[in-house]
C-alpha cells in the first residue's frame, strides 16, 4: 500500500482464453489511466497553492492477477470539496470541468447549453481568475470527453452530463431581491435555462427555490406547511441544490471508472492514497476543518506505524533500545473527534440537532458551547468570530460562519422532489431518495460522515504495509529553483522526520519469526538444509557464523531476529541468490544433456536414412557420436580467420585428398551455412618469413554451385564432390556420413532443393587441368575382397583408381535405439561452436483504440440529439440585463481582502512547543560536542590554480561539448577565447561557455 500523500479445438479455446485475458489487462491499464484526467477535470481546481489541487480524496485499489498483470480496480472517493461550485476565494478557480466547457466545447455545442465567457456566470466569477499558467482547457476538454469514452460512459450519459454541469452555471445567475421580507426571483429570465437543461417546470423550480415544505407537530397531530424564504435562505437552496447536483455527477463518475474496473475475486492488490494535505487559507471554513482533521488521522497511523510501533516491539522482544521520544498527535485527534470527553465534532453535531430550521445564531452558539466544553485544552484557543486549533502541522483560525449549516448537510426534500420530476431519466436516477416525511431518524451530520470514513480508512490502511511519499514544499511561488528554509524546515519538523530517521538509523532494518527466518535461509548452511531439528535460536546462531556475519549486525529477540543494516541482508539475500544458482545450474546440466542426447539420436537417424538401403556401413561408425567441429577451430585462429569470424562453423574435419595422379594430401575441411573450404599449407618461400608455414584456402566452394555427391555401395570412406562447371574434388573421411548429412541439410536451407546423392561401385569424375594436355576425367572402381577387412586397398592404373575392401555391415543396417533419460549418464565430450543469439521476440504492442470522432461532428450530433430528447426546437436566450451586472460587481466586492499572511510559514503553536521540549529532553543525554573545548581555526580555503569567473545567468548546453550552469555558479577558466567562447571546468566537466554570460571574479 502506497501513501502518497498446431492448432486443435482446446488450443483454440486456450488461445482465445489467453487473448481475452490480455484484453481485459489492457482495458484495466487504460481505464486506470483514463481515469486520472477525467477525475482531475470533475475534481481538482487551482488555489492560491497549486494550479491543479486535487479537491477530493481517492483511495485507489489496483488489483492485481497472481501473474503480476493489473486486471482490477477501485476507486473510494470522500470529502470532495463541494462548496467550491458556488464560492471560491481570490485568485483561485472552480472545478477546471467549468472552464475546459467554456473554452473547449464548440459553437453548436455552447449555443445547445446556453455557454459563453466564464464571467458572464456568478459561480466563475467571483475571484476574477479564468485562466492558469501552462493549463490547455481546450485540449483537456477533449482529454476530458475521450476519457468519458474509454471508461464506459454512453453518449446519452455524456450529453446529460454536461447539460448538467451546464444548468449548475445558469443555476448561479439566479439572483433574488426582497419583497416585504421575503425572497422574490430578480429577472424570471434566468430561470429559462435551468428549466430546459434539467427538463423541469419553470413554475415548480420558481416554487421551490422561494419556499419550502415544513412538518408542524401540534397536539399530536402532524400537518404540513409551506414556507416562504428569506432572500439569505433562497441563495442557501439554490447553492444547495449546485453543490449536490455536482456531487451526484461526480459520484456517478467515480462508479462508472469502478464498473469498468470491477473484478469479482480480489486476490492480490496495491492501495494508493492520494488526498490533499494539510491546508491553510486566507479564510479556512468547515472544509479546511475537515481536510486538516484527516491529516491528523493519517499523520496518527504514521506515528503508530513508524515511530511508536517499533519501537514497542523492540521493548517486547527484549532488544537493547534507547527510546527517543517524539510527539504524538493524538491528543489532537482526541480534541477533534472525541465522544468522552467530548471534543468540537460532537459539540458541533449537538448544536445541529436542536437547529431546526432556524440558522441565525447557530455558528456562535457554536463558539459559545466550544468555550465552554473545550476551552482549557491546549490545543485549543477561541476568539470571537471562531476558533484556533494547534494541529501536528501548526496553527490554523477557522471562521466560524457557516460550520454548523455545512455540517447539516441537508438535501431538503423539496429539492429531491424537483429533481425527481424531471423528464430527464439520467437526472432522476442521481436522487433515488424515497421521499418519506414520516421519517423520524436524525440525518446524518457532514463530520459524522467524514469521521466513519477517516476511521473505515484508518482500519483498511493499518491492515496493509504503507510506503510513505512525503512531498515536501519548497516554496510558495509555484517557481524552480526557489527554497525557502524555514519552510522546509517546519515541514520536516511537522511530518515528524527527523525522529523517524532516528529511529530507522538507532532500529533494525529488517525483523522476522525464527521460523520462516530459518526457513528462507536454512538452504544456507548443509545442517540447517533441508530442515533445522533444533531449538530455532542454536540454528539462526549457527547460520550467522557460517556466513561470518558480525554480532553487532544482528539480535535475537524472544520471538524474532532482527538484522540492522540492510547490507548485512543483502549479504544473506546475495548467498541465498548463490546456492540456488548453483542448483539451477545442475538442473540445467542434466535438461541440457537430455536434449542434446535427443538431438543426436535424431540427427544419427537422419544420417542413417541417406545410407540406407544403398551403402554397406562399418561396424564402428554406425553409432558413432556426432561432434561436427572435429579441428577444434576455437583453438585454431588462424583457421577461423580464413574461414570468415561470423560464421557459423556446421562441420570441420581433416580429409585426404586425391589430385589427379591419385597423390594423397591433407586438407582441413570447413562446412558453412553459406559455402565449403578446404584449406592446406604452404611454405612461404620468400620475404623476412621465409620458411614458414601457413594456411592457406585451396577450394572455396559455394553451396548453391555444387551439382552432385557421389559414393560407393562399399563400405570405404572416399566421396567424389561434383561441381558445376568446374573440376570435382575425390576426399577421403571417416566422418563421411556426418558430413553428408549436415551438407545435405545445409544445401537444402540454402536452394531450397534436395543435394542430389548417387551411389554407383565405378565413378567416373573430371580432373583440375595442369598445364598444356592436362584435365581430363578420371575413374574410381570399387570391388570387394574375400577377406574381410574394413581397410581399403587403393590401386592406381593409369587415368583409374582401384578401390578393393572387405564386406561391410548390411546396407539395411541402423543405428541401435536407446531411451534417452534424464540423468546423470556420461557422455562424450564434445566441441560445438556457438552461433549468434536469437533476437528477443518482439513485445506486445499496445490495444489500439479507434481515433475519437471529430469534437465538432460529435457535439454537433450530441446537441441534435439533445433537443430532440427535450421536445424543444430551440434552446433559450442567454439573458443579459442590469441585474446580472450589479450581481457580478456585488460578487467582486466579496474578495477585496487580499492579505496573503497565510501563505507565510504558519506558527507551530503548541505541538511545535512540545516538539522542541521532547527534542531539548532527549538530547540532554548527549555530551558536548568536543568536551566542551572551542573549535579550532578553519583552514583557509585554497588559492584555486586556475582564475574563476561567476555566472550572471543561466545557460543550457546546445551541444555535448558546452558547459550547462545556474547564475551563481562559480567555473574555472581554462582558456580565453577572444571569440566569445571559454574553456571552463564545471562539477568535474571540462567544456565551452559564453563569455558574455559570466564575470571574472
Known amino acids: 500500500m502506497v501513501l502518497l500523500q498446431k492448432i486443435s479445438e482446446a488450443a483454440i479455446v486456450e488461445n482465445l482464453k489467453k487473448r481475452l485475458m490480455e484484453d481485459t489487462i489492457y482495458k484495466v491499464k487504460d481505464v486506470i489511466l483514463e481515469s486520472n484526467p477525467l477525475l482531475e477535470a470533475f475534481g481538482n481546481a487551482k488555489t492560491v497553492r497549486n494550479n491543479n489541487s486535487s479537491r477530493f480524496g481517492k483511495y485507489v485499489e489496483i488489483q492485481f492477477s497472481r501473474g503480476g498483470e493489473p486486471d482490477g480496480g477501485k476507486i473510494s472517493n470522500f470529502l470532495l470539496e463541494k462548496s467550491r461550485v458556488v464560492s471560491q476565494n481570490a485568485n483561485e478557480r472552480n472545478f477546471h470541468v467549468f472552464y475546459q ?26 475571484s476574477d481568475t479564468y485562466t492558469v499558467d501552462g493549463t490547455d482547457d481546450v485540449k483537456e476538454f477533449h482529454d476530458t470527453m475521450h476519457a468519458m469514452q474509454v471508461v464506459g460512459i454512453q453518449d446519452d450519459n455524456r450529453e446529460d452530463i454536461l447539460s448538467l454541469i451546464a444548468a449548475i452555471l445558469h443555476l448561479g ?30 413554475n415548480f423550480l420558481k416554487k421551490k427555490l422561494t419556499s419550502r415544505t415544513m412538518d408542524s407537530k401540534w397536539g399530536g397531530k402532524t400537518e404540513t406547511i409551506e414556507v416562504t424564504l428569506n432572500v439569505e435562505q433562497a441563495e442557501f437552496t439554490r447553492d444547495a441544490l449546485s453543490k449536490a447536483l455536482y456531487t451526484r455527477i461526480f459520484d456517478f463518475l467515480v462508479e462508472s471508472v469502478n464498473r469498468a474496473m470491477r473484478k469479482d475475486l480480489e486476490e492480490i492488490n496495491i492501495g494508493i492514497l492520494d488526498i490533499y494535505g494539510f491546508e491553510i487559507f486566507q479564510k479556512n471554513g468547515f472544509e479546511q476543518f475537515c481536510i486538516n482533521y484527516v491529516n491528523e488521522k493519517l499523520q496518527q497511523i504514521f506515528i503508530e506505524l513508524t515511530l511508536k510501533a517499533e519501537q514497542e516491539e523492540y521493548v517486547q522482544e527484549g532488544i537493547k533500545w534507547t527510546p527517543i521520544e517524539y510527539f504524538n498527535n493524538k491528543i489532537v485527534c482526541d480534541l477533534i473527534e472525541s465522544k468522552s ?66 455540517n447539516r448537510d441537508v438535501l431538503f426534500t423539496d429539492l429531491i422532489e424537483l429533481m425527481q420530476s424531471s423528464e430527464n431519466d439520467f437526472l432522476v436516477r442521481l436522487f433515488p431518495e424515497s421521499v418519506n416525511k414520516q421519517s423520524k431518524g436524525r440525518p446524518s451530520t457532514a463530520s459524522s460522515k467524514i469521521k466513519t470514513q477517516a476511521n473505515k480508512l484508518v482500519g483498511t490502511l493499518m491492515k496493509c504495509t504503507p ?74 546462531r549457527h547460520l550467522m557464523d557460517y556466513v561470518h556475519m558480525d554480532n553487532d549486525q544482528w539480535q535475537l529477540g524472544k520471538t524474532k531476529v532482527f538484522v540492522k543494516n540492510p547490507e548485512s541482508l543483502f549479504l544473506l539475500e546475495e548467498m541465498r541468490e548463490r546456492k540456488f544458482d548453483a542448483f539451477a545450474r545442475v538442473i540445467q546440466k542434466a535438461y541440457r544433456k537430455y536434449h542434446a542426447r535427443k538431438m543426436y539420436y535424431k540427427l544419427r537417424e537422419e544420417a542413417s536414412d541417406i545410407l540406407l538401403n544403398k551403402k554397406e556401413r562399418r561396424r564402428h561408425s554406425l553409432n558413432r557420436n556426432f561432434v561436427g567441429d572435429y579441428l577444434g577451430l576455437e583453438d585454431h585462429p588462424a583457421i577461423r580467420a580464413l574461414v570468415g569470424k561470423r560464421e557459423r562453423i556446421e562441420f570441420a574435419d581433416t580429409v585426404l585428398k586425391f589430385d589427379r595422379r591419385f597423390k594423397i594430401a591433407k586438407r582441413d575441411l570447413v562446412l558453412t551455412g553459406k559455402k565449403m573450404i578446404l584449406i592446406g599449407r604452404e611454405v612461404i618461400k620468400k620475404g623476412p618469413d621465409k620458411g614458414k608455414v601457413v594456411e592457406v584456402v585451396k577450394r572455396d566452394i559455394p553451396l548453391e554451385e555444387i551439382k552432385q555427391v557421389a559414393l560407393s555401395t562399399l563400405q570405404d570412406d572416399l566421396f567424389i564432390i561434383h561441381i558445376n562447371n568446374d573440376y570435382s574434388s575425390l576426399l577421403e573421411s571417416v566422418f563421411k556420413t556426418e558430413f553428408l548429412m549436415t551438407l545435405s541439410k545445409k544445401y537444402k536451407e540454402k536452394t531450397s532443393r534436395e543435394l542430389s ?45 582401384i578401390v578393393s575392401i572387405g564386406p561391410g555391415l548390411p546396407k539395411d543396417s541402423r543405428p541401435g535405439k536407446k531411451t534417452v533419460q534424464m540423468g546423470n549418464g556420461s557422455m562424450q565430450h564434445r566441441r560445438s561452436m556457438r552461433g549468434p543469439p536469437s533476437r528477443p521476440a518482439p513485445t506486445r504492442p499496445p490495444p489500439n483504440f479507434a481515433p475519437p470522432d471529430v469534437p465538432g461532428q460529435d457535439q454537433q450530433k450530441s446537441s441534435m440529439k439533445r433537443r430532440s430528447r427535450r421536445g424543444s426546437d430551440r434552446a433559450p436566450a442567454l439573458p443579459t440585463t442590469n441585474a446580472l451586472q450589479n450581481l457580478k460587481k456585488v460578487n467582486k466586492g466579496k474578495n477585496i481582502n487580499n492579505n496573503n499572511d497565510f501563505m507565510e510559514t504558519p506558527d507551530a503553536g503548541y505541538s511545535g512547543v512540545q516538539r522542541n521540549l521532547q527534542r531539548k529532553r532527549s538530547s540532554t543525554n548527549r555530551p558536548p560536542p568536543g568536551a566542551g573545548r572551542p573549535k579550532p581555526p578553519a583552514n583557509p580555503k585554497p588559492k584555486p590554480s586556475l582564475p574563476q569567473c561567476r555566472c550572471l545567468y543561466a545557460y543550457d548546453a546546445q551541444d555535448t561539448d558546452e558547459l550547462s550552469f545556474n547564475e551563481g555558479d562559480t567555473i574555472d577558466i581554462v582558456k580565453e577565447d577572444p571569440a566569445g567562447w571559454w574553456t571552463g571546468k564545471l562539477r568535474g566537466k571540462q567544456g565551452l561557455f559564453p563569455a558574455n554570460y559570466v564575470e571574472k571574479i
Open 467 to 540: 510506503h510513505y511519499i512525503r512531498c515536501i514544499k519548497p516554496n510558495e511561488t509555484k517557481k524552480p529553483r526557489d527554497f525557502e528554509d524555514q519552510r522546509v524546515k517546519h515541514q520536516v519538523e511537522y511530518l515528524g522526520l527527523k525522529e523517524n530517521i532516528r529511529v530507522r538509523r538507532a532500529g533494525f532494518a529488517f525483523r522476522r519469526e525464527f521460523e520462516k527466518f530459518l526457513r528462507r535461509y536454512a538452504i544456507l548452511t548443509p545442517e540447517t538444509w533441508p530442515q533445522w531439528r533444533g531449538d530455532p535460536k542454536q540454528g539462526i
Open 341 to 406: 470527553p467530548v471534543g468540537i465534532m460532537c459539540i458541533l453535531d449537538d448544536v445541529c440537532a436542536t437547529m431546526h430550521a432556524v440558522s441565525e445564531g447557530a455558528d456562535m452558539t457554536l463558539l459559545q458551547k466550544l468555550g465552554a466544553g473545550v476551552g482549557s485544552h491546549q490545543h485549543y484557543q477561541g476568539s470571537s468570530i471562531g476558533f484556533c486549533v494547534h494541529h501536528y502541522a501548526g496553527k490554523v483560525n477557522y471562521d466560524a460562519e457557516g460550520f454548523c449549516e455545512r
Open 101 to 126: 466547457m467554456c473554452f473547449g466545447a464548440d459553437q453548436n455545442l455552447k449555443d445547445s447549453l446556453g455557454l459563453t465567457e466564464p464571467n458572464y456566470y456568478m459561480y466563475l466569477n467571483q
Open 173 to 202: 445567475n439566479i439572483s433574488f431581491v426582497e419583497d416585504g421580507n421575503y425572497a422574490k426571483i430578480n429577472d424570471d429570465n434566468f430561470l429559462e435555462y435551468p428549466k430546459y437543461l434539467l427538463q423541469i417546470d419553470v
Open 757 to 801: 546423392i548417387i551411389f554407383n561401385d565405378t565413378l567416373e569424375f573430371p580432373v583440375k587441368k595442369e598445364g598444356w594436355g592436362g584435365g581430363g576425367t578420371r575413374t574410381l572402381k570399387f570391388q570387394r575382397l574375400g577377406q574381410p577387412t574394413d581397410v581399403a586397398v587403393l590401386k592406381p592404373s593409369g587415368k583409374t583408381l
